[in-house]
């Protein structure tokens, strides 16, 4: 595998693309090949056995489109597919999920904290981030709401506004969440709305997203196999399983740069 080769990316739908986007910030050199599950999406209502089959078919397309690592963009396909992504094609090429990168952060920040969770039902149902952060710090107090709305208003391009902000405002009100130090945003959809979960919160709760960590993993895992890329002229090729325009225009405002759109049917 070269290593100008591209990093692989896959989500359900557009919200991967703010993890594409922290690794292009961090390393600017590197192709990226995006993998978007449109038509499936989301996968926070399917079943675990779904969606693991799911990833492990775009992993295999990834990795066999000359990809030399894949990146599972998502919090419910890295709770249920990534165990039987890195059985399948980690002896060929790393495989990074988004999810332990930042539970570790959160540990090492919060060892005593009070960490609350808001993600898809399937991401939550997991009890995944509980187990990472209280295996690394088991004095944390983690508490979770599944918040299913979320990702389907964001992916339709409703975030920003005052629809979202009650939606969002009525979430965040849940008993379970109150008291807290931090709050995990476990989708990738959600850095979209960052800014208005922060603004019910008006400072006295972090907030955070994994795609910052995901990038830190993803440049240390390439510098230690040496296979930083010093290309002069990245690309940038978008997949889906079915083109929106929304998701054209999100990909669009992320790589405002020459990117390549196409939808693929891998299914068959």
């Not at 005052?162 to 969002?168: D, E, F, M, P, V």
């Not at 405002?253 to 759109?261: I, L, M, W």
Request: hydrophobic share 40%; proline share 5%.
């Amino acid at each position: 595998m070269h290593k100008n080769a591209p990093i692989g990316i896959f989500d359900s739908g557009i919200g991967g693309l703010t993890v594409a986007s922290a690794i292009h910030d961090l390393l600017p050199n590197e192709s990226i090949m995006y993998f978007g599950d449109t038509a499936h999406f989301p996968y926070g209502n399917q079943s675990p056995e779904q969606i693991a089959e799911y990833g492990l078919k775009i992993s295999r397309f990834l990795y066999q489109s000359g990809c030399k690592m894949i990146v599972i963009a998502c919090n419910t396909a890295s709770a249920h597919a990534f165990k039987g992504i890195v059985k399948d094609i980690n002896q060929e090429v790393p495989v990074i999920n988004v999810i332990d990168p930042a539970s570790a952060a959160i540990a090492d920040k919060y060892p005593n904290g009070s960490v609350g969770v808001i993600g898809t039902a399937g991401t939550i149902k997991s009890g995944i981030y509980k187990r990472r952060i209280q295996r690394l710090a088991p004095q944390a107090k983690v508490s979770s709401l599944a918040t299913p709305l979320l990702a389907p208003m964001i992916e339709e391009g409703f975030f920003n506004n005052k629809i979202s902000q009650t939606i969002i405002n009525s979430y965040l009100e849940k008993k379970s969440l109150q008291n807290i130090d931090v709050l995990i945003l476990a989708c990738t959809h959600y850095p979209l709305i960052k800014n208005e979960v922060e603004k019910y919160y008006k400072g006295n709760v972090q907030v955070v997203d994994s795609a910052y960590w995901v990038a830190l993993e993803v440049k240390s895992q390439l510098q230690s196999a040496n296979m930083l890329s010093d290309a002069k002229n990245p690309e940038f090729k978008f997949y889906v399983s079915y083109l929106t325009s929304v998701f054209e225009k999100s990909a669009k405002y992320f790589f405002p740069q020459k990117v390549e759109f196409k939808e693929m049917n891998i299914w068959k």
